[in-house]
């Protein structure tokens, strides 16, 4: 029983002391390799991936030519940049949405990026 209760409390003093973003990303990480999602660091440009998070921005470039929406999915590892082209606007796309994404992973300017990926939204944060 005392074993316990000083687990308990090591948990605690670290979820008071430690960075609320750090604690946020191990946990956001650890849910996403329950679901059997690829993680974002574990993943190489070429490849098609399914991965799971949590979209941190979502902005929209609303130019006539190029209209596209870009949203930054994270995974608790690695932040994954998703293009999707010739849209002003997507319903449902919004910051703190967590998604399941498809797609070929892609290398733009050294970042990971999909674009025009498969998603499908699986709720809040």
């Known amino acids: 029983m005392a074993l316990a209760a000083n687990g308990y409390i090591r948990r605690l003093t670290r979820r008071l002391t430690e960075d609320i973003d750090q604690l946020d990303a191990e946990e956001l990480a650890q849910s996403v390799e329950a679901t059997g999602a690829q993680r974002a660091c574990d993943c ?11 979209l941190r921005s979502v902005e929209s470039c609303a130019q ?9 999915l994270f995974d608790g590892t690695d932040p994954v940049t998703l293009v999707w082209i010739g849209r002003r606007r997507i319903p449902g796309i919004e910051t703190g949405k967590q998604l399941l994404v498809r797609g070929r992973l892609g290398d733009r300017d050294g970042q990971k990026v999909i674009y025009n990926p498969y998603y499908e939204l699986l709720g809040d944060s």
């Open 64 to 72: 006539s030519a190029n209209a596209t929406v870009r949203a930054e």
């Open 44 to 54: 190489r440009h070429g490849e098609e991936v399914t991965m799971r998070g949590r």
